[in-house]
């Protein structure tokens, strides 16, 4: 299994400009998280889905985060517009079922000048 | 404040020597852990996990303890590598019934091995 596969793995815009993040979780897995990662406030969940559904997107961190699961193999997260503040590392991570342990993708690293 | 966090930010041990990373939790009803390894520009891996009804668990070179009184958990590297370098994060499961939404991280301790 090649586990939780994210891209891109470093992205780098200027503010005001979309921004979008993709993952394919793993194989089976039918729970898909989303978390942010910065030094200051560690990692912040964002949105999970389950079966595709969002189930909780309290941790979105205003209305120009968004995020989609099209199909049980693809999510994307996006931001638009970006800010400079929203640069940090972007995770993707995935489980089965009632499994509290979480696979994690490498990471797609933002910032936005 | 932070709920689940780390007694020290950075750890420097000498390699050979054993380790021991701490992590405080505030949610008594929390009833499972689990510890990942995150090294640089990577994304975090499972090290290992355990259930509130379980004081120790012990896996290759590295062993979990719970103490559920204090409400502390540690873990133990053994004969440390330098391949242990690397950031190591605790989370607790603060929803009963399974699932990974309830987890909630640290910030991470960075482990040093020095040669």
Redesign the interface.
Known sequence: DAGVIQSPRHEVTEMGQEVTLRCKPISGHNSLFWYRQTMMRGLELLIYFNNNVPIDDSGMPEDRFSAKMPNASFSTLKIQPSEPRDSAVYFCASSWGSEEKLLFGSGTQLSVL | GESVGLHLPTLSVQEGDNSIINCAYSNSASD?F?W?KQES??????II?IRSNMDKRQGQRVTVLLNKTVKHLSLQIAATQPGDSAVY?CAE?RRS???????T????THLIIQP
């Open positions: 499972y689990i990942y520009g990577k994304g975090p891996q499972f996990d994060f499961n019934g399974g699932g990974a939404d309830g987890l991280f640290g910030k991470g």
